[in-house]
């Protein structure tokens, strides 16, 4: 069974892009690294599943969240640990193990792996930016639900109400949108 190593502990604050596909998450991860100075957390799921796809042509499967999840947690570690050393307050996280619950939940139909449930009710975050689709849906080897994003869209915001997360919704331009993140962080953060 795969192990999901835990949630590094620190005084690290941990902001996290979370919403459907293809909403500019990675774009604003970046633009709020750039702006604050701070590590972001790329999306591991992303690279692995990028990898499965060009070796074998095979899309994400059941057995393929546990170790995206692990992946996902070294990642975050690596970057809060980054931040401790040169004293920044927070880090950027392009995506997090709760938006992995989502996925699961939705593809395939209810289930999600319990240590991955574990694992999440252990973490804690201290704001999420929730991306909206008010963005043009582009396309790629991974992406496969174009005409599903407000479903997709209300499955997240409905995680993190029943997670009592704190969040802020995010819509409208790129500069829009950095600049909404950029208030609430300052908001919530510092």
């Known amino acids: 069974m795969e192990k999901i190593a835990p949630q590094r502990s620190s005084l690290v604050k941990r902001v996290v892009l979370f919403g459907p596909e293809s909403t500019g998450k990675t774009t604003l991860a970046k ?34 969240l546990l170790p995206i999840a692990a ?13 401790e ?16 619950i989502v996925y699961s939940s939705v593809y395939y139909e209810g289930w999600v792996d319990s240590v991955l449930m574990e694992a999440v009710a252990e973490q804690q975050y201290d704001l999420y930016l929730l991306t909206g689709i008010d963005v043009p849906w582009v396309a790629d080897d991974l992406r496969d639900k174009p005409h599903e994003r407000e479903a997709m869209y209300q499955a997240f915001h409905v995680a993190l109400v029943e997670n009592q997360c704190r969040y802020i919704e995010l819509e409208g331009s790129e500069s829009s949108r950095l600049e909404v993140a950029s208030a609430a962080i300052y908001n919530y953060i510092y």
């Open 85 to 100: 050393q040169d004293e920044k307050p927070f880090v950027v996280c392009d995506t997090n193990l709760l938006q992995t």
């Open 71 to 83: 992946g996902q947690l070294i990642l975050e570690n690596q970057a809060v640990a980054m931040a």
């Open 31 to 64: 633009q709020l690294s750039d702006q604050f100075g701070v590590p972001w957390v790329p999306e591991f799921s992303r690279e692995y599943l990028q990898q499965k796809w060009d070796r074998e042509r095979l899309v994400c499967q059941r057995e393929d």
